[in-house]
């Protein structure tokens, strides 16, 4: 198919950006990666009246370092994420998640900030953003705001972003060298580079032996991306080597509102969801320890 007739626009500035998004006298989409955009308007699944293509303002690539967070701009390229030595340390989780994104060819031009922006309920970037309590910088022409993924994240495809604002970078709080941190990723999907059926997040910091801290997502358990705060409760003041205890892990099912279709049933995603989470946890203890 081909798409829908629309206006093009070549931004070159996130002032020059937000004008056009200010116009609403017509309805508008940015163009970064495109790899999800490309294919909906193809299938005319998106009819916008303008596309904004945001590929050429500078000031919207790059990795930002600080002393507690790391700022991924939003035309940032999943492979250099991926291949940025600053992710491999102080964003383990995100690193080993991107692996997990789409294919190659996909990665190379797919953006962080694209799948942000998308938020698809079982993308994997959404999913780590949410277990390191990111936050989502947004800028419309005539002021900028930080929302905390959790508040960012409304409904399947749906997000805080206002038709009026541009997307401009994802603020990540990175592992503290000082802790002793383990991360780990899990997805069951039917191919490797496919959409995940469910996938898990988790990132957990250790005093000793014993949890201090633990953060878990859960993706494709239902209409967004989700943590259960009883279950990371669960985890904390535990000696997890041997595993998670089964009324902990009990937690996880109950607590998820997942759906059915043709890939899976919803009692699936949940048997999967609880198996997916204790292998979670036993793969960031042994990474907090070394072992990986």
Request: net charge negative.
């Amino acid at each position: 198919m081909k798409p829908a007739p629309f206006d093009y626009a070549l931004a070159n500035s996130i002032e020059e950006a937000t004008h056009y998004l200010a116009d609403r006298d017509r309805e508008a989409v940015i163009l970064a990666g495109g790899q999800t955009l490309m294919p909906m308007l193809s299938m005319r699944l998106a009819r916008p009246e303008l596309v904004i293509d945001i590929n050429e303002i500078e000031e919207l690539t790059g990795i930002e370092e600080t002393d507690t967070s790391i700022v991924i701009k939003a035309c940032t390229r999943q492979v250099t994420a991926i291949n940025s030595e600053i992710v491999k340390s102080r964003l383990p989780l995100l690193h080993t998640a991107l692996q997990f994104v789409g294919h190659f060819q996909t990665r190379n031009r797919g953006t962080i900030g694209g799948s942000v922006a998308h938020s698809d309920p079982v993308a994997e970037i959404p999913l780590v953003a949410l277990a390191l309590d990111a936050e989502v910088e947004l800028r419309s022409i005539n002021a900028s705001r930080r929302v905390a993924m959790a508040d960012y994240l409304v409904g399947p495809l749906v997000t805080a972003r206002q038709p009026d604002e541009l997307l401009t970078a994802v603020h990540l709080p990175a592992i503290v060298p000082t802790e002793r941190t383990g991360t780990s990723f899990h997805e069951v999907s039917e191919r490797h580079g496919d959409y995940a059926i469910v996938a898990v997040a988790a990132q957990l910091t250790f005093d000793g032996a014993i949890c201090t801290n633990a953060s878990v997502a859960f993706g494709g358990v239902d209409d967004i991306p989700v943590r259960i705060p009883a279950f990371e409760a669960g985890l904390i003041g535990q000696m997890l080597a041997d595993g998670v205890p089964d009324t902990v892990l009990d937690l996880v099912p109950d607590r998820m509102n997942p759906g059915s279709d043709q890939h899976a049933s919803a009692d699936y995603r949940r048997r999967v969801a609880r198996t997916l989470a204790g292998r979670a946890v036993i793969a960031a203890v042994a990474d907090a320890q070394g072992e990986q």
